[in-house]
């Protein structure tokens, strides 16, 4: 989701639909597979090969079945219709291939009604650690698992259709904070322990193993209003992680009407990354190595 202003459209997302064109009103294409060179494949096959290494002990169960169930290629970029097949008939679900970040009203409609627009292209192979903007495997292995899961599959779709609400209200910044502390960044608290389910997470190599091993991040119990009082780093790893005890307690704490909270919190003053509340249940308090200054969104 592209929720800054001053965003410009990379030129790696130009250079890579040169030549192709996007439906003008949903963002949609066809998903141009002759456009995978063996390069693209290989590079796939790199970044599925370390990051399913990794996270078993590290990802939420779910997660990883759902992985498993949706038969995500492991040597190649998967077939986005092949893929359909699976997710539909588990959760009703379907992705569709989109040229890069769209609009946000466009994004909510999607997931409003159950299509997740997924970034046709992939990384090239210097991007193997980061890239700025979402590419296939970040939207697909990141986020596409835990679409088997019904909680979480019913939790996105009424994100999606808060997203309308929050636009016309104009609460869209205390809005985005949700996505990037839950589908984007967010922990659960397990019987075996704390697991990862964030897209942004479970598709980093560096930061899988950081946001649960690390001493510098906090790491607290998810709170819908302290979330959307905190400001969030877009530049490094994530200063504080909240952690939900159940996929229910997230779809839940997030069912009623946002808008008297949105009411509530446009003249309440906000939360860097980093700090601490006192309302807050603290798993751990960070220790802050490595912390530089700059500034938080
Ligand atoms: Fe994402």
Known sequence: MNDRADFVVPDITTRKNVGLSHDRVDFTLPQPL???TAADHATWATLYRRQSEMLPGRACDEFLE?????GVDADRVPDFAKLNEQLMAATGWRIVAVPGLIPDDVFFEHLANRRFPVTWWLR?????????????????????????NPVFAD???????????????????LLARLYWYTVEFGLINTPKGM???GAGIVSSKGESVYCLDSASPNRVGFDLERIM???YRIDTFQRTYFVIDSFQQLF???????APLYARLAEAPTLG??????????FNVGDRSGWGDSEDV
């Open 124 to 148: 090239e192979p210097h991007q193997l650690d980061y890239l700025q903007e979402p590419d296939v495997f970040h939207d697909l292995f990141g986020h596409v698992p835990l679409l088997i």
């Open 195 to 197: 697991r990862i389910y």
């Open 273 to 282: 990354a980093g700090d601490i509340a006192a309302e807050d249940k603290v």
């Open 155 to 173: 939790y996105l779709e009424a994100y999606g259709k808060g997203g309308m609400k929050a636009k016309a209200l104009g609460a869209l910044p």
């Open 66 to 70: 759902g992985l498993e169930r949706l």
């Open 34 to 36: 002759e456009r995978y």
């Open 229 to 231: 009082r905190t400001r």
């Open 252 to 258: 839940d704490a997030t069912a009623p009407d946002f």
